[in-house]
């Protein structure tokens, strides 16, 4: 037995380089593969070759494919950073600085400006946040190596060697998320080459250096996934105390059949709307609740998730200087603002914990500091940035 354990290790290293080098020889594989793919798009033979020169498998895109925040993180937690009051400022600072592209993407597509102004916030934080990974390395990675979705990164690296091919984005441009998402308002590469178009008459669609093209390309977006010029996407209602019935953004039910079942208005005064609606309680029977009108799923197909959707909704409502979420989440433990998650950082900082910069991303070595305190101050360990431990951090309570 005791051989044995001293074998495993030993071992360990030759398993871990034969894995390795499969894994290399079938991503190779792969991409001889996809050359003839490539090419029935349009795609030469010498931009494959260029595009494709000394690219490796990158395996932390496979990691990236299980911990997507819009379906793991709480709704409340979600939105604490993207529709905080920093984000809307900056927003309106937008707004001004951009406003003649603004009402020309509204007037060209009918998409207000707030609507393409938050979905520009969420998706990059006004181009602050465009990500960073290069567009043919992640997305050949997920084609050849991924354990599912294969055939959706092969085809958006193929849509991106298309646009190479084109010369609307420079190829040493091209970065973004994992997943493929890039520019300003973080397009997939299939949806660029259907919906990107032109917003400063230069003749191209470059949604990474051109913030006109980006923001007409959104409006484009949203009005082909069928937003209603001058409706409204939903509101947040009141709903009774037992409430039974159905919830969900589908399906939909008339304005009139809602207010049957007593919900009103937040403010307690009558629904209003046209068309259907549905009832969408992001955190169950005890939180916020909002009727979502077709605007609403319009925002919800750039991206498929509700809190996604709702982060654009509110904070466009929040550019437009309505209020935000006024119902209470059903948590005893509030989400922080992004000014709040530096102040937690340069207070861990200051206990001697290595954090990297106070910028308010949460990463794994802010979590890590965190299940520390959580330990110390015992509480269930879960690495979350919440109002309690930053409380006990400016108390003195650790």
């Known amino acids: 037995m005791r051989a044995y354990r001293l074998a495993i290790p030993l071992a ?49 895109i496979i990691e990236a494919m299980n ?18 009051d920093e984000k809307v400022a900056e927003g309106r600072n937008m707004l001004r600085q951009y406003a003649s592209v603004f009402a020309a993407a509204e007037q060209r597509f009918g998409v207000d400006r707030h609507t393409i102004a938050a979905v520009w916030g969420v ?18 990675t997920g084609a050849c190596l991924a354990p599912r979705r294969n055939a959706f990164f092969k085809g958006e690296l193929l849509a991106t060697l298309q646009i190479i091919q084109r010369g609307d984005v420079r190829p040493e441009r091209l970065f973004g998320s994992w997943a493929g998402a890039f520019g300003h308002t973080q ?6 080459l259907r919906l990107a178009v032109d917003g400063d008459g230069d003749g191209r669609r470059d949604l990474v250096d051109s913030i006109p093209d980006a923001l007409h390309s959104t409006a484009n977006f949203m009005r082909k ?36 079942r007593g919900i009103v208005k937040f403010d307690g005064s009558p629904l209003n709307g046209a068309g259907n609606a549905g009832l969408l309680m992001p955190a169950g029977r005890n939180g916020p609740a909002f009727l979502v009108f077709k605007n609403y799923d319009a925002a919800y197909s750039y991206n498929g998730a509700d809190s996604y959707a709702l ?9 437009r200087g309505k209020p935000g979420v006024q119902g209470q989440w059903p948590t005893d433990d509030l ?17 001697g914990y290595n954090v990297g910069e106070p910028d308010g991303a949460v990463g794994s070595l802010t979590r890590t500091a965190i299940k520390e305190i959580e330990s110390k101050l015992g509480m269930p360990q879960t690495g979350r940035p919440g109002e309690k431990v930053l409380r006990a951090l400016k108390g003195g309570r650790v």
């Open 311 to 319: 982060a654009i909704s509110l904070l466009s409502d929040r550019l």
């Open 225 to 260: 996934a069928g937003w209603v010029t001058g409706a409204p996407w939903g509101y947040e209602v009141r709903v009774p105390d037992g409430y039974s019935g159905p919830s969900g953004r589908n399906p939909k039910h008339p304005v009139s059949s809602w207010a049957a």
């Open 187 to 192: 397009f997939i590469p299939s949806t660029y």
């Open 123 to 140: 998706e990059s934080d006004f181009g602050k946040a465009r990500g960073k990974w290069p567009l043919v390395q992640s997305l050949a």
């Open 67 to 84: 911990n997507q925040p819009e379906f793991k993180t709480p709704i409340w937690d979600y939105l604490g950073t993207l529709v905080d």
């Open 335 to 351: 989400p922080l603002s992004r000014e709040q998650r530096r102040e937690l950082q340069r207070l861990l900082i200051s206990r």
């Open 12 to 60: 360990l290293p030759f398993i871990l380089l034969a894995s390795a080098a499969s894994a290399q020889s079938g991503f190779q594989s792969c991409l001889a593969g996809l050359r003839s793919a490539a090419a029935a798009k349009g795609v030469s033979g010498a931009t494959f070759d260029r595009a494709m020169a000394g690219v490796e498998p990158d395996m932390k």
